[in-house]
């Protein structure tokens, strides 16, 4: 059937795109198709006038250079007719379509697929042009809708992520940068603040994925990543153990979650948040653990009994200023510390590895399939906390030289507040006062200092 045209300059537009393994439609196909077409009708193929986007899909509305060049030549009447293999190579979102089909109109350009013929100069043919373009578009939401089920199945399936995190290569650990990601938990857990964190990773020469330097958020959302302990997300919610073997274990990411996940940490005196825990004291002389309140408030509770459960934050605002004063009576650290002399390390030490004992031993029942995932956070929180007070008593042990910072200070008070090593803060607190927590009225009255206790200790 012949299809009368006067003039005969064609173009051809080619397009690969992603998906190009679901239809087996290579460039060099449509190449072909579309030149067979033209030698078939008698069109000659203008010089330059073979267009291709090459890995780019037509639908995420990328710059497509081919496209655009291909636009210009109908405009400027520079062609009498476009080749192309399917209308769905051409454009896959009804606007460019109904753009193109306006376009073509005014320039007196026909449009010919190898699929068919669609005469766009009458209403017939722009109405299935216009029906092949909304076919197109649906494709392309249910590709888009494939992918996302593909991507939750994979992440039901405990399958890491396509994408590559750091302190991993494909299906494996990056050795260099698991060792930097595993000593970056430790050095945060100990009181790195994300700043510096950021700053040793640099100073190491490590590179986000992209090859970028790290910033704060990028560091940041690294440590945040469970990958690193081995458990799988998706849409930022842990879904389960991962099939890969974890960077750290899932303990160690959660208390350093947890630390990093808090903002007030790092404004500063945030960190006074965590100054009491297994310091100070209940009223029944048990020590006091950092806990959440069910509405997510940092508090003190006992340790041996729920009789005591006190906010945080004001008992710890009414320390920081009573050490800064105590800190400015001159002498009074120095002659604390020459009084001091911390036995029990041996002790401690034990009962911290135990604690670890037992942090492997929850994950693995987690693992294991013995524990929910609320029974593992409940677990973790409880014995980290225990953990970190026996290691805080630990390093208290080695007090003397840790507060030499301190003593060597002008100002011991203000040396104390910018001192970034919790460590360090809780031992000169430990070395001066004894801090202990009385019963307060219940129910939502406003934080009354006269039911914290502090007492000085006796000088030398
Ligand atoms: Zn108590």
């Known amino acids: 059937m012949g299809i009368s045209i006067g003039t005969n300059r064609a173009a051809i537009y080619l397009r690969q795109?992603?998906?190009?393994?679901?239809?087996?439609?290579?460039?060099?196909?449509q190449r072909q198709d579309c030149e067979r077409l033209a030698a078939e009708r008698g069109w000659t193929v203008i010089p330059g006038g073979?267009?291709?986007d090459n890995d780019m899909s037509a639908s995420t509305g990328r710059r497509r250079p081919g496209y655009e060049r291909l636009l210009e030549l109908i405009d400027a009447r520079a062609v009498d007719v476009v080749i192309v293999w399917h209308l769905d190579r051409l454009t896959r979102r009804l606007a460019d379509l109904v753009d193109v089909i306006d376009r073509t109109e005014q320039a007196s350009v026909r449009i010919a697929t190898v699929a068919g013929d669609l005469d766009l100069s009458t209403d017939a043919g722009r109405l299935v042009a216009r029906i092949l373009g909304s076919v197109a578009q649906g494709e392309v939401e249910r590709k888009s809708a494939r992918q996302k089920r593909a991507g939750r199945q994979a992440a039901e399936a405990g399958r890491p992520p396509a994408r590559r995190a750091f302190g991993f290569t494909n299906g494996a650990q990056h050795p260099a940068e698991a060792e930097a990601v595993c000593e970056l938990y430790r050095l945060v857990l100990a009181g790195m603040t994300m700043v510096a964190a950021?700053?040793?990773?640099?100073?190491?020469?490590?590179?986000?994925?992209?090859?970028?330097?790290?910033?704060?958020?990028?560091?940041?959302?690294?440590?945040?990543?469970p990958r690193n302990a081995g458990l799988r997300a998706y849409h930022g919610e842990v879904i389960g153990p991962g099939t890969w073997e974890p960077i750290v274990d899932e303990a160690t990411w959660r208390a350093a979650r947890e630390l990093i996940a808090d903002p007030a940490r790092y404004r500063g005196q945030g960190a006074l948040r965590w100054l009491g825990g297994g310091l100070f004291r209940c009223h029944c002389g048990a020590r006091v653990r950092v806990n959440y309140s069910q509405h997510g408030k940092r508090v003190y509770q006992c340790q041996a009994r729920s009789h005591l459960s006190r906010s945080a934050e004001p008992v710890d605002a009414l320390i920081e200023q009573?050490?800064?004063?105590?800190?400015?009576?001159?002498?009074?650290?120095?002659?604390?510390?020459?009084a001091d002399e911390q036995d029990g390390v041996p002790e401690l030490r034990d009962r911290a590895a135990a604690l670890r004992h037992r942090l492997d031993q929850v994950t693995t029942d987690y693992a294991d399939g013995l524990l929910t995932g609320r029974q593992l956070k409940a677990a973790t929180e409880k014995i980290t906390d225990e953990l970190a007070e026996v290691e805080g008593q630990l390093a208290e042990a080695g007090r003397g030289s840790r507060l030499g910072s301190l003593l060597a200070a002008a100002d011991p008070g203000q040396a104390w507040l910018d001192e970034s090593d919790l460590g360090v803060r809780r031992s000169a607190l430990d070395a001066l006062v004894t801090v202990t927590l009385l019963p307060s009225k219940p129910g939502r009255a406003p934080f009354d200092p006269a039911t914290v206790r502090i007492e000085r200790h006796a000088r030398g």
């Open 322 to 338: 009573t050490l800064v004063d105590l800190l400015r009576v001159p002498g009074l650290l120095a002659a604390r510390v020459a």
């Open 50 to 52: 073979v267009l291709t």
């Open 17 to 29: 795109s992603r998906d190009a393994a679901g239809d087996g439609l290579a460039v060099e196909r």
């Open 198 to 225: 950021t700053r040793w990773l640099n100073e190491r020469g490590f590179t986000t994925t992209t090859g970028k330097r790290w910033d704060r958020s990028s560091a940041r959302t690294m440590l945040l990543n």
